[in-house]
């Protein structure tokens, strides 16, 4: 233990949120979006407001960008952008138009281009509207029988290429430590029929290593949201991989209000001669990335990465045995460190609720935490199984005690 229940988080007494008359919530669910994000550095906070005092060229800053995320992921090149579901559209614009101006004017209409993404059933998510949205329409394949509980077996390999056609633009993969079929499976299927492989790796850090793990297998696009774990500003992500797929998706991102004789991008990002001339303001647009996500992604992408893995689970552990020993003793309940084998990196206190006995369920506890002064907000993922989750991922140092202290009161 590094403090005591008497040291809640430092408040100064009036905070901007204060001011707009919006109260402020714990997030122990995790960096969620709803609930805002997490905690910035200050570190971070500081490089984006010295970042809004002055002006620089957004293709040179991306240009630059580019150059630092290819280092860290081992990719071709990378780019900024508005969050990981941003970089999903912008990378599958890319795979459906290329280098092609003209394909990038038409977005979304698709109509006579390759407009079909294959997935694997089992890997539908909510975010995949972010893929659609750019005018393809999704072909899924396979059966998960291992989900519905009536088998073994999920997609595999071979059906992921057997619907690979002439219009297939791209395969998406939603990574996971128990998504099936594996990643390199999946890229030698593409790879045989010459499509690209792009990867929703969104909530895959840490570990660190996941930087440069997919494209070690073989991806050819991974997203990334920079308002996760990587502690950037909320709404920034990374989009990585090989060059075209990366300059065809920046094309479709930046401003190009201006004249082509003007026009003088950084090499790192764009080949000017291999295009006939500049699209219009493409389908990315409307994800506009400021000079401030920019700085600040990059400058929380550095911190992340010098901080490491043991250093972040230790703080990390620190917060939840925090919480462990501020509800020792509490009726009612079981509360354990929990390191679960599918999210080893991130350390997280599962409150076991004896539901009979605490006359009331762990969705009550959950919506009851929530109602309460402060705001606090638990992972209902497990309630059906009696368990309420606290993630120490979005916590200030202190919050911990005063989640403790609001769980007591409620059970
Ligand atoms: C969070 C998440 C996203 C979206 O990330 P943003 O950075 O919020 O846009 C996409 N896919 C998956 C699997 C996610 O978990």
Redesign the pocket.
């Known amino acids: 233990m590094t403090s005591s229940p008497s040291s809640s988080p430092s408040r100064p007494n009036s905070t901007v949120y204060d001011r707009l008359g919006v109260p402020t919530v714990i997030n122990a669910h995790t960096t969620a979006?709803r609930l805002s994000g997490g905690i910035m550095k200050p570190e971070v906070a500081d490089a984006m407001r010295e970042a809004t005092q002055w002006t620089v060229d957004m293709a040179t800053l991306e240009g630059r960008a580019s150059e630092l995320i290819a280092g860290y992921t081992g990719a071709e090149a990378g780019y900024v952008t508005?969050?990981?579901?941003?970089a999903?559209l912008l990378g599958t614009a890319a795979c459906v138009t290329g280098l092609d101006p003209a394909k990038m004017n038409r977005l979304p209409d698709t109509r006579g281009m390759k407009n079909e993404v294959v997935v694997a059933r089992s890997h539908r998510?909510f975010?995949d509207h972010?893929v659609r949205a750019a005018g393809v329409t999704l072909v899924e394949v396979g059966i998960s029988d291992r989900y519905s509980g009536a088998g073994v077996r999920d997609t595999e390999a071979w059906e992921i290429a057997a619907a690979i056609n002439e219009y297939t633009a791209a395969v998406l993969y939603?990574a996971g430590r128990d998504a099936r079929p594996t990643l390199p499976e999946v890229v030698a299927a593409a790879h045989s029929k010459g499509v690209p492989v792009l990867v929703?790796a969104?909530?895959q850090l840490p570990p660190a290593a996941n930087l440069k793990r997919f494209i070690a297998e073989g991806a050819d696009l991974v997203?990334y949201?920079?308002?996760?774990a990587i502690g950037g500003p909320q709404?920034?992500?990374i989009l990585c991989g090989k060059r075209d797929l990366v300059m065809a998706a920046a094309l479709q991102h930046l401003d190009q209000d201006i004249f082509w004789e003007q026009w003088n991008p950084p090499a790192s990002l764009f080949d000017k001669d291999r295009i006939p001339g500049l699209p219009q303001h493409g389908i990315g647009r409307p994800a506009k990335v400021g000079k401030e996500a920019i700085v600040g992604l990059l400058t929380a992408l550095e911190l992340f990465l010098a901080e490491g893995d043991d250093a972040r689970i230790a703080r990390w552990t620190v917060l939840m045995e925090n919480l462990v020993a501020g509800l020792a003793g509490i009726p009612h309940a079981t509360v354990t460190l929990v390191r679960d084998r599918r999210r080893p990196s991130v350390p997280t206190v599962h409150l076991a609720l004896d539901e009979e006995a605490a006359g009331m369920t762990a969705l009550d506890l959950v919506r009851r935490l929530q109602d309460g002064t402060p705001s606090v907000h638990a992972n209902p993922s497990r309630v059906h199984d009696g368990l309420v989750l606290f993630s120490p991922v979005a916590l200030k140092p202190g919050d911990e005690w005063v989640i403790a202290e609001r769980v007591r009161e409620e059970v």
């Open positions: 979006t508005a969050g990981a579901a941003a999903l998510n975010y972010a939603v929703d969104a909530a997203c949201s920079g308002g996760k709404a920034s992500g």
